[in-house]
């Protein structure tokens, strides 16, 4: 059976500050990974995902994440963050080569950003 | 073109009632997922078709719970004699289910069930 283990369910930070979050999974069969976002009140969007290829995967609003498959993480980095980064990041995995796979999520970590 | 809408997007019952959630996928998306979101928490699998199939539902709680999507199309989720626990957001995906490789879900806004 796959999981994620989200490790802070909070991450407080002030802004222009760099952020990590952390995720760790597992899996006994090879999976896509996927860091989602959830800005308040609205739907969960995918910001990023690692299918193959190179380990380190960006977002267009400059996050990035690095898939290390002997630690089995998938950490979400930023440089530095901005107000509008505030959000609930949620890491999620689901089978590799699977058509139409349901997704695993962690618990999710809530990111606020302090001016 | 438009996502994945859900309605009502708030719902109240008192504990007993029956309810019923619209899922309306995007045009064409083979694949559609139901969700639950409780609060504080990340999304679980209730259950999966492909077109009007039911493919998984290892993720339903319990036998109250029903899901259907008879044209293949729109989808609903129906929960029975409703009980505090089940209050949650309930979250809709569609995907279009390309064989060979992954095929990204894409969500709908959620209808948050509040059990009185």
């Known amino acids: 059976a796959q999981s994620v283990t989200q490790l802070d369910s909070q991450v407080p930070v002030f802004e222009e500050a760099p952020v990590e979050l952390r995720c760790n999974y597992s899996s006994s069969v090879s999976v896509y990974l996927f860091w989602y976002v959830q800005y308040p009140n609205q739907g969960l969007q995918l910001l990023l995902k690692?299918?193959?290829?190179?380990?380190l995967v960006e977002s267009i609003n400059g996050f990035e994440a690095e898939f290390n498959k002997s630690q089995t993480s998938f950490h979400l980095r930023k440089p530095s963050v901005h107000i509008s980064d505030t959000a609930e990041y949620f890491c999620a995995v689901s089978d590799f080569g699977s058509s139409a796979s349901k997704i695993i999520f962690g618990s999710g970590t809530r990111l606020s950003i302090r001016p | 073109g438009a996502g994945v809408s859900q309605s009502p997007r708030y719902k109240v019952a008192k504990r007993g009632q029956d309810v019923a959630l619209r899922c309306d996928p995007i045009?064409?998306?083979?694949?559609l997922f139901w969700y639950q979101q409780a609060l504080g928490q990340g999304p679980e699998f209730l259950t999966y078709?492909?077109?009007?199939?039911?493919?998984?539902k290892s993720g339903l709680p319990s036998d109250r719970f029903f899901a259907e999507r008879p044209e293949g199309s729109v989808s609903t989720l129906k929960i029975q004699r409703t009980q505090q626990e089940d209050s949650a957001v309930y979250l809709c995906?569609?995907?279009?289910?390309?064989?060979?490789?992954?095929?990204?879900?894409?969500f709908g806004p959620g209808t948050r069930l509040t059990v009185l």
């Open positions: 045009s064409g998306h083979v694949s």
């Open positions: 995906a569609s995907s279009l289910d390309r064989s060979g490789g992954y095929n990204e879900q894409f």
């Open positions: 078709f492909q077109n009007e199939a039911q493919l998984d």
């Open positions: 690692y299918l193959s290829g190179s380990t």
